[in-house]
């Protein structure tokens, strides 16, 4: 096959951002795409098939503008886009960059990092009711909590309320000492650190005290109707059916309300429904409730995540066809 080279010009005080600590991203676009990156006065001599050097041209450029605007190029960025040019969809990470939600406490802009995300992001602005499903690291809560208190800050909705199942993954916690919240604290940590992150450990407290931050086991949602609120079910999975049916007639005027869950990951009783299983077949075509189905490439945790989920995926799905199998096998009088 005929090599070719092209070359492009990034800014000098770009390069390093781009470049990655000791040129890993450089190392890691020449290991995936199969070409030679050579850095010679601020040009960068790519070099390779002409369909790989297509493509890594590609990447280079995207990740040189995303430094331009001001972000932080991580692993994930290289991988996603990497991703992207082999499936012919480029500058995707451009638009992406495009949709900012809000700021951290310490500055730091929090926006959708995949496609899947900004998708996910389009759905809860634009429905009533949001189910953000996929494997862990996928920014389902975050995503939401961030879209929450942005709503909150703007005084589109008077308050924000969390809930989410208390069922332990796997193990038994036992009999917490202190008062309610104490004990029910320990399964809604995860919801705390986003809040946290994006709010302000200062602030989160002084909403808590007004009640206008309510965070709270599901069991606590009978009985009322939330008008006017942000409300994010985190971890469905572990949902019975009478609990989302309960959770989503709880939904009053004026209020939001974002669904999330990894189907892999329930800590149900064995042989118990997901109420979160049994909404998806139920809901589907309601005008005004959105599905979003996040997938192993949405991962934006550390890229040994994203390999750890995809390992799951193909061994679970490997093991959905054995039993298929076994069971065709069976009514045909096979062993």
Not at 192 to 207: C, H, K, P, V, W
């Amino acid at each position: 096959m005929e090599e070719v080279s092209e070359v492009i010009k990034v800014p000098a005080g770009d390069q390093q951002n781009v470049f990655g600590q000791f040129d890993s991203h450089i190392k890691k676009l020449e290991r995936q795409l199969q070409v030679s990156i050579v850095d010679r006065n601020g040009e960068i001599r790519i070099s390779g098939s002409q369909s790989c050097v297509r493509k890594a041209k590609a990447v280079l450029n995207e990740l040189a503008e995303l430094s331009k605007r001001g972000n932080v190029i991580q692993e994930q960025n290289v991988d996603y886009a990497i991703t992207m040019s082999m499936e012919e969809n480029e500058e995707v990470l451009l638009e992406i960059d495009k949709e900012l939600i809000c700021h951290t406490i310490t500055g730091k802009p929090v926006k959708p990092k995949t496609l899947g995300q900004k998708q996910y992001v389009e759905a809860i602005r634009d429905n009533m009711i949001v189910f953000g499903l996929g494997p862990a690291g996928t920014g389902k809560t975050y995503l939401a909590m961030a879209m929450a208190i942005t709503a909150f800050k703007n005084q589109e909705v008077e308050r924000i309320i969390l809930t989410r199942p208390a069922i332990e993954a796997g193990e038994k916690l036992g009999f917490l000492p202190g008062d309610l919240q104490s004990k029910v604290d320990p399964y809604l940590r995860p919801l705390y650190d986003a809040l946290y992150q994006i709010m302000g450990a200062e602030s989160f407290t002084r909403n808590m005290e007004k009640g206008l931050i309510e965070v709270a086991p599901l069991a606590y949602m009978r009985g009322r109707t939330l008008d006017n609120a942000y409300i994010i079910l985190d971890e469905a999975q572990n949902t019975t059916p009478a609990q989302m049916k309960m959770f989503l007639t709880r939904i009053g005027f004026g209020s939001k309300v974002i669904v999330t869950g990894d189907g892999s990951q329930k800590d149900l009783a064995p042989g118990a429904v997901s109420g979160l299983d049994v909404a998806i077949r139920v809901l589907r075509g309601i005008e005004g409730i959105a599905f979003c189905k996040m997938s192993s490439k949405d991962v934006v945790r550390h890229p040994l995540v994203q390999k750890i989920v995809k390992a799951y995926e193909s061994y679970e799905a490997k093991e959905n066809n054995d039993t298929k199998h076994r069971g065709r096998n069976t009514i045909y009088g096979k062993k």
